[in-house]
């Protein structure tokens, strides 16, 4: 299906410069509200803690809840409705890795009932503890970066057929990584210091394509995760998930386009960059939009219908195939021009 002329030639790499502004903007703005913010908001999966869903027969006060929560020694609690209003549920968190020591449900119940007047439902309990919360945070950190490393390679072996240059550099980056980990060195920290690195060795390298697309899902991963800083909304595994689904749809996007980037760098051999760039993401242009409209009904669809479990991921998929769908167009395939501008100056 083609919905949009085959000769449409819409100049995308004439506004890169005012992409690049929106996109420092974006991604100072939300490296801004993260350390205003001590960093992502975690949630129990990651910083510990219990969070209790309840149901009540009626709508009941967040005051009266926490004094009834108060009765059993849970306190530093939030209270939040969760879902529709009319359900009459709520959602409890706490930094407390409450026991679960058996007929404690029970007991909760019973202090909700007597404190709110109406009957309590447990629907969900779930605790982790502060240690499990940061093994598992580690994790979710490794694993986002491994991702960005192996498409690394994948990008290096399919469009410039270096495979054990990128491979060799992944293996030593990685043996680095693991080494320092062993020496209590913060995860985050040591992740910047790797993607840093990373970034350096491609344009050593002289890994174009690979610099493009490593750009362009570090700058998707950032702002997604800066809405999140903004929104205050929390850092789940789910996220994680959500991320990491993020991180494959761009690519899959960025792809497309190097497809046709590098099919028209064979046929049009004489013409500029530029050119060549426009005429590719011009000839994918209708195929990128039909992806994303598909895919972002679904997404809006489970974020307006999906409910509280899946509202957060279905936001992050929102955010993050706006942003992948722009930094296809206006991060990946520019970087090929700043390159080759950079090779004239050689």
């Given at each position: 299906m083609q919905f949009i002329k085959s000769d449409i030639n819409i100049d995308f790499v004439g506004k890169r410069k005012f992409a690049y502004g929106l996109s420092l903007a974006l991604i100072l703005i939300s490296i801004a509200s993260l350390l205003l913010h001590g960093g992502p908001k975690y949630g129990i999966d990651f910083a510990g803690g219990t969070v209790i869903q309840v149901k009540f027969q009626a709508p009941a006060s967040t005051k009266n809840i926490k004094s009834g929560l108060d009765t059993l020694a849970i306190d530093n609690v939030s209270v939040q409705h969760f879902g529709d209003k009319k359900d009459n549920?709520?959602?409890?968190?706490?930094?407390?890795?409450?026991?679960a020591a058996e007929g404690f449900s029970d007991k909760i119940q019973k202090s909700l009932a007597d404190a709110t007047g109406g009957a309590a439902e447990i629907r969900r309990m779930e605790m982790v503890g502060p240690q499990v919360g940061k093994d598992l945070r580690q994790k979710a950190l490794f694993a986002i970066f491994y991702?960005?490393?192996?498409?690394?390679?994948?990008?290096?072996?399919?469009?410039?057929?270096?495979?054990?240059?990128?491979?060799?550099?992944?293996?030593?980056?990685?043996?680095?990584?693991?080494?320092?980990?062993?020496?209590?060195?913060?995860?985050?920290?040591?992740?910047?210091?790797?993607?840093?690195?990373?970034?350096?060795?491609?344009?050593l390298l002289n890994l174009k394509y690979a610099m493009g697309a490593i750009v362009a899902l570090i700058h998707d991963v950032i702002i997604t995760v800066?809405?999140?800083?903004?929104?205050?909304?929390?850092?789940?595994?789910?996220?994680?998930?959500?991320?990491?689904?993020?991180?494959?749809?761009?690519?899959?996007?960025?792809?497309?386009?190097?497809d046709r980037i590098r099919e028209n760098l064979r046929k049009l051999s004489k013409s500029p960059m530029s050119v060549i760039i426009n005429r590719s993401v011009n000839e994918t242009l209708s195929r990128t939009i039909l992806t994303a409209l598909t895919t972002l009904f679904v997404v809006i669809a489970l974020l307006i219908l999906g409910g509280g479990i899946i509202h957060d991921f279905a936001f992050a998929m929102t955010i993050g195939i706006v942003v992948g769908t722009y930094s296809s167009v206006y991060v990946a395939s520019p970087i090929l021009i700043a390159w080759q501008e950079r090779s004239r100056k050689r």
């Open positions: 549920e709520y959602l409890i968190r706490t930094d407390l890795s409450v026991a991702a960005l490393l192996f498409i690394a390679i994948y990008i290096s072996g399919r469009f410039e057929f270096k495979w054990i240059l990128t491979g060799l550099m992944a293996v030593a980056l990685m043996g680095a990584v693991y080494f320092l980990s062993l020496f209590k060195v913060s995860i985050p920290f040591l992740i910047l210091v790797a993607l840093g690195v990373t970034l350096l060795l491609f344009w800066g809405i999140f800083s903004i929104t205050g909304k929390e850092f789940t595994l789910p996220i994680i998930a959500a991320l990491l689904t993020i991180i494959g749809y761009s690519l899959n996007d960025t792809i497309i386009v190097f």
